[in-house]
């Protein structure tokens, strides 16, 4: 059995957009589960929750929630996996004149300290 609240949020100044929430009730299991209607922006999230519903169904406790700014959470995803792939990408090369391989060494001696010989 499902019991079910349509409604139309805006925010000020803006067009509603509709959002259903709704109450099932489990008989098997002898269980209500609530499922919020969810309205979301680039300004943030719209929950609307039903609490409870009156016997003859003339009314509804419902539980309207905000929360601004969640589109932020996607645009900082992104920035992390862009990160990543720029991190797996090519190296920069190293700028100045290349120092060849088979370079002389100058030779090191051997001694055992400044001022001392064997």
């Known amino acids: 059995m499902e019991t079910a609240a349509r409604l139309t949020?805006?925010?000020?100044?803006?067009?509603g957009r509709p959002a259903t929430a709704s109450l099932v009730y489990?008989?098997?299991?002898?269980?209500?589960?609530?499922?919020?209607?969810?309205?979301a922006d680039w300004r943030g999230d719209q929950y609307v929750t039903v609490l409870s519903?009156?016997?003859?169904?003339s009314s509804a406790t419902l539980r309207?929630?905000?929360e601004p700014l969640v589109g932020w959470l996607w645009v900082g995803g992104g920035l992390l996996?862009?990160?990543?792939?720029?991190?797996?990408?090519?190296?920069?090369?190293?700028?100045?004149?290349?120092?060849?391989v088979d370079a002389e060494v100058p030779p090191?001696?051997?001694?055992l300290g400044r001022g001392l010989t064997s």
């Open 9 to 15: 949020l805006s925010r000020t100044g803006g067009a």
């Open 26 to 39: 489990y008989t098997a299991r002898d269980r209500t589960v609530t499922v919020p209607g969810i309205v």
């Open 53 to 57: 519903i009156a016997q003859d169904g």
């Open 64 to 66: 309207l929630r905000d």
């Open 81 to 100: 996996v862009l990160a990543g792939a720029a991190a797996l990408g090519p190296r920069p090369r190293r700028r100045g004149r290349p120092q060849p």
């Open 108 to 111: 090191v001696e051997a001694g």
